[in-house]
């Protein structure tokens, strides 16, 4: 069974910089397609970024381009979120989730396995 265990989260101030993990286990990492979401207090969890299983291909939420990458490294079953210029709208809990299909799906519909989310708050 598949297990995601999200980190990195923290407090940071506006302009700044964070790098959240997610590190699978259970499975065979470079068969997933993996992505980010992340859920501010009452609203809808939506997407933020994904990459793909086969060829690394990735894509983006427009509120994050330019500013966060997303990466994975298959030796240590690990994905990350690199995020640059962070703005107060960043603040939120960030899950990762996995899907063995290929693709990047914006639908957290298309993910059948979550992580338990690590906090990102932004301070200004």
């Known amino acids: 069974q598949v297990q995601l265990v999200e980190s990195g989260g923290g407090l940071v101030q506006v302009g700044g910089s964070l790098r959240v993990s997610c590190v699978a286990s259970?499975?065979?990492?470079?068969?997933?397609?993996m992505a980010w979401f992340c859920q501010a207090p009452g609203k809808d969890r939506e997407f933020v970024a994904g990459i793909s299983r086969s060829n690394g291909n990735t894509y983006y939420a427009d509120s994050v381009k330019g500013r966060f990458t997303i990466s994975r490294d298959n030796a240590k079953n690990t994905l990350y979120l690199q995020m640059n210029n962070v703005q107060p709208e960043d603040t939120a809990v960030y899950y990762c989730a996995a899907r063995q299909n290929n693709g990047i799906p914006t639908s957290t519909r298309e993910y059948p396995t979550w992580g338990q989310g690590t906090q990102v708050t932004v301070s200004s």
């Open positions: 259970g499975c065979t990492f470079n068969g997933y397609s």
